[in-house]
Nanobody, 115 residues
Framework: QVQLVESGGGLVQAGGSLRLSCAAS????????MGWYRQVPGKQRELVAT???????NHADSVKGRFTISRDSAKNTVYLQMNSLKPEDTAVYYC?????????WGQGTQVTVSS
């Protein structure tokens, strides 16, 4: 079992920055992959970025060069630094943890980017 608690969402103007945090209830080195996904009403949840246990990262094309996923193993926390935000980045952002065949999700945090 993994509990995930997200924080850091909010309202920001276009071009601004936000940093999301996801605190895990166990060592992130015991989690195969952690990541961030986002969802807008009426659309499927989409991948934003992932980071593996070994530290390899992957970012969706739509956020490359603007968003960066990172981690602090001492705090069992994964971050999503979001720069140059656009209105189309508006969504609920969810933290995800994959442990073997199981998927765990946080409660989600709203990010709203005004134009």
């Amino acid at each position: 079992q993994v509990q995930l608690v997200e924080s850091g969402g909010g309202l920001v103007q276009a071009g601004g920055s936000l940093r999301l945090s996801c605190a895990a209830s166990r060592s992130i080195f015991s989690i195969n992959v952690m990541g961030w996904y986002r969802q807008v009403p009426g659309k499927q949840r989409e991948l934003v970025a992932t980071i593996t246990k070994g530290g390899f990262t992957n970012h969706a094309d739509s956020v490359k060069g603007r968003f960066t996923i990172s981690r602090d193993s001492a705090k069992n926390t994964v971050y999503l630094q979001m720069n140059s935000l656009k209105p189309e980045d508006t969504a609920v952002y969810y933290c995800n943890a994959r442990v073997n065949l199981s998927n765990y999700w946080g409660q989600g945090t709203q990010v709203t980017v005004s134009s």
